[in-house]
């Protein structure tokens, strides 16, 4: 394996999950009689870019052309994105003739916010079941993975972008170097490309293990995010560091000749990472004792619960909780099911883990002692979902950050 920024053959292994399942190829009842494929998941980090990254074992076509995941689903994922559009639209001053494009738009979660302000868009989203879905809101989009030629016909047929979104795409794209060309295409020379990626900081701060799967092909510090950027001649000139997916990182990056000087709020990010020791090797050398420990920790507890005859089930079926119950070996034995919010996931069953998945009211109904949290980093917003299992006094497992348990309606211990 090579970096897939800088060509290195350097590449030290930083956390080995073991092998697993892709998180997103959900089994059907059918399926279940049927060998399932897994593949190593073990991320590296580049000694010379420091870049962090995980072999290309899978393909974008493997996962994408039909995607579980549809992000309107998250009451407060949407409010981010609202959020999001009328900050941005208020700070590049973009006008009713102005073009927004965003790049792996999804269900048209956000770009629903952009058609409400009265401005031309278009959503690049390579999944048919996600897209069409999308055009049936209303929302202009285009089923196709960006590339180099798709970002031409773009520009030829709608005109440069006054603005590009790119949020939570920049770590699935295994060419990099490509993809990053692409967003340089479709953004004027004078326009702006928006970037959310998870931030390395927290992965590696918090061992955020479950973030790391295979869709995700690279992690992201403002450092290498800023060199992989520069690859296609876009410079950033700032970063916000927001909450979601436990910890994330905005970049807002220029074609070089408009860049201007960077900000001091990215100063002091690029400062921070650099105190955390993520401008080194050594900064990243007890990210796997630290993985394990928490494993190890998520077991006893569940162990215990089992032990003492309680019954646990879980909330989601992300990505994310698909990589946690197989790096922990989480099997229907501690955990008898999960439940989803969205349709297209009943009656399918985790991969690996092999988790039935049910509507939500499946927990009203069976009235669990405990509730384990898969989507963790969505605590505020699943808590006040699942105030009502404070009635007959469910305990609520959220097991990242750090491993903590919530009373229903109540404490946190």
């Given at each position: 394996m090579r970096c897939r920024l800088c060509g290195s053959e350097r590449l030290l292994s930083v956390l080995d999950l073991g092998a697993t399942p892709p998180c997103e190829k959900l089994l059907s009842a059918a399926e279940l009689d049927l060998p399932e494929q897994t593949y190593p998941l073990n991320l590296r980090l580049c000694e010379d870019c420091l870049l962090l990254q995980i072999p290309a074992l899978i393909t974008p076509e493997d996962t994408f052309t039909e995607y579980a995941y549809f992000s309107s689903y998250s009451d407060s994922w949407v409010e981010h994105a609202r959020t999001f559009v009328a900050a941005a639209l208020e700070r590049l001053g973009l006008g009713a003739d102005a073009f927004v494009v965003e790049v792996a738009s999804n269900d048209g979660y956000l770009l629903q916010h952009?058609?409400?302000?009265?401005?031309?868009?278009?959503?690049?989203?390579?999944?048919?079941?996600?897209?069409?879905?999308?055009?049936?809101?209303?929302?202009?989009?285009?089923?196709?993975?960006?590339?180099?030629?798709?970002?031409?016909?773009?520009?030829?047929?709608?005109?440069?972008?006054?603005?590009?979104?790119?949020?939570?795409?920049?770590?699935?794209?295994?060419?990099?170097?490509?993809?990053?060309?692409?967003?340089?295409?479709?953004?004027?020379d004078d326009g702006w490309v928006s970037v959310e990626v998870h931030h390395a900081g927290n992965l590696v701060q918090f061992a955020q293990f479950d973030t790391v799967y295979h869709e995700h092909f690279q992690y992201y510090s403002v450092a290498s995010a800023s060199r992989a950027l520069a690859t296609a001649g876009l410079t950033v000139v700032d970063v916000e560091a927001i909450g979601t997916h436990g910890g994330s990182i905005r970049l807002w990056a220029r074609p070089d000749a408009v860049?201007?000087?960077?900000?001091?709020?990215?100063?002091?990010l690029l400062a921070a990472e650099e105190r955390a020791g993520l401008h080194d090797v050594s900064g990243y050398a007890?990210?796997?004792?630290?993985?394990?420990?928490?494993?190890?920790?998520?077991?006893?507890?569940?162990?215990?619960?089992r032990r003492a005859?309680?019954?646990?089930?879980?909330?989601?079926?992300?990505?994310?909780?698909?990589?946690?119950?197989?790096?922990?070996?989480?099997?229907?034995?501690?955990?008898?099911?999960?439940?989803?919010?969205?349709?297209?996931?009943?009656?399918?069953?985790?991969?690996?883990?092999?988790?039935?998945?049910?509507?939500?009211?499946?927990?009203?109904?069976?009235?669990?002692e405990v509730i384990l949290v898969l989507p963790w980093?969505?605590?505020?917003?699943?808590?006040a979902q699942l105030a009502g299992t404070g009635e007959w006094g469910a305990q609520l497992v959220y097991p990242l950050p750090e491993l903590h348990v919530v009373v229903a309606g109540g404490t946190s211990s």
């Open positions: 952009v058609v409400a302000a009265g401005l031309r868009c278009l959503g690049i989203e390579p999944s048919v079941n996600v897209s069409a879905a999308a055009r049936e809101r209303g929302i202009p989009t285009l089923t196709e993975f960006l590339d180099e030629p798709t970002a031409a016909t773009v520009r030829t047929a709608h005109g440069a972008a006054d603005l590009v979104v790119a949020n939570n795409v920049y770590a699935h794209i295994p060419d990099l170097l490509g993809f990053t060309r692409a967003l340089r295409a479709l953004v004027a860049a201007g000087p960077p900000s001091a709020r990215m100063a002091e007890d990210l796997q004792r630290r993985a394990d420990t928490l494993r190890q920790d998520l077991l006893r507890l569940l162990l215990d619960y005859g309680k019954r646990v089930v879980a909330y989601g079926a992300p990505g994310k909780g698909n990589t946690l119950l197989n790096y922990c070996g989480i099997r229907p034995d501690l955990v008898e099911y999960t439940v989803d919010r969205n349709p297209y996931k009943h009656g399918k069953f985790t991969p690996g883990a092999r988790l039935p998945i049910h509507p939500v009211e499946r927990i009203d109904k069976d009235r669990p980093n969505l605590e505020a917003e699943l808590t």
